[in-house]
């Protein structure tokens, strides 16, 4: 078995909250001098669609990267509304999250076969997907933590190759903690986690399952992201509500590029 250290991945998703030029503006020219000196932590902005090509333009030059939040399992057609992969990549978005939780629950009650599909067309056309999964809390409460983790990954990761599955992140996110400033303590994040590198082993063998990166999303912030980074299978986070604050997202990434060096 091959053990190596997995390269942080952190993650800023700004929902709906920003989405004009200006806003863009404000947020990412001080945020990129605060991180400009990191390498070795990979870090991902995910702006609303209508800030992605300000987004592009301002990053060019700098080790952070774009990320779109959603796009559809399509490169063309007649999909009103929707947004092709092949677009994202044409103004140099690298990342896409797939599978949110808002996503799942909220805005379009997307299923893992939905899911699926879009990493699958994500490969394709050369993004990295961010698939997240989580319980929510009833789900937690009745002792189903597993069972749920387990389903979504089964239907929207495991379908993909061995080389396919190293090239994607997962987002472990439970839906309890998004946005609720409830986030897991470090041992039930690492219980998920491990859980999820387990599943990842025994679909793919364990070199494989070593390589892949399993963040945690939830309520994570500049005061907790050090013990919940500091946990063995949790390979950094993505980042909701502090994520817009410029200077508490900075942190969280200088604390990723402190633990990992
Ligand atoms: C998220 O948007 O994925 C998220 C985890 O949000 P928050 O950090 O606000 O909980």
């Known amino acids: 078995m091959v053990l190596l250290m997995r390269k942080f991945v952190i993650g800023g998703n700004w929902k709906m909250n920003r989405g004009t030029a200006q806003e863009t503006k404000e947020m990412l020219v001080p945020f990129l001098k605060a991180v400009h000196t990191l390498k070795n932590?990979?870090?991902i902005v995910a702006p609303p669609f209508?800030?992605?090509?300000?987004?592009?333009?301002?990053?060019?030059?700098?080790?952070?990267k774009i990320g779109a939040q959603n796009m559809y399992p399509e490169v063309k057609g007649a999909f009103t509304g929707e947004i092709s992969p092949v677009f994202l990549t044409a103004l140099g978005v690298n990342w896409v999250i797939l599978g949110h939780s808002e996503r799942r629950?909220?805005?379009?009650?997307?299923?893992?076969?939905?899911?699926?599909?879009?990493?699958?067309?994500?490969?394709?056309?050369?993004?990295?997907?961010?698939?997240?999964?989580?319980?929510?809390l009833e789900e937690r409460e009745k002792g189903?933590?597993?069972?749920?983790?387990?389903?979504?990954f089964e239907g929207s990761i495991s379908g993909l190759s061995a080389t396919e599955v190293?090239?994607?992140?997962?987002?472990?996110?439970?839906?309890?903690?998004?946005?609720?400033?409830?986030?897991?303590?470090?041992v039930q994040a690492q219980e998920v986690h491990g859980f999820l590198r387990n599943l990842l082993t025994k679909k793919y063998g364990a070199d494989i399952a070593q390589q892949v990166r399993i963040q945690y999303g939830g309520s994570v912030n500049d005061k907790n992201a050090k013990e919940l980074f500091s946990q063995p299978?949790?390979?950094?986070?993505?980042?909701?509500?502090?994520?817009?604050?410029?200077?508490?997202?900075?942190?969280?990434?200088?604390?990723?590029?402190?633990i990992r060096k």
């Open 41 to 43: 932590v990979d870090i």
């Open 50 to 64: 209508t800030a992605l090509q300000t987004a592009c333009d301002l990053i060019k030059g700098s080790m952070v």
């Open 144 to 152: 189903n933590t597993e069972e749920v983790n387990r389903t979504q």
């Open 166 to 186: 190293t090239k994607i992140v997962i987002a472990y996110e439970p839906v309890w903690a998004i946005g609720t400033g409830k986030t897991a303590t470090p």
């Open 105 to 136: 629950h909220i805005v379009a009650s997307e299923t893992d076969i939905l899911i699926f599909k879009k990493v699958k067309a994500a490969l394709a056309a050369g993004l990295t997907p961010i698939v997240c999964v989580g319980e929510k």
């Open 233 to 258: 299978d949790v390979d950094g986070g993505l980042v909701g509500g502090a994520s817009l604050d410029p200077e508490a997202f900075a942190k969280i990434c200088l604390i990723a590029a402190e």
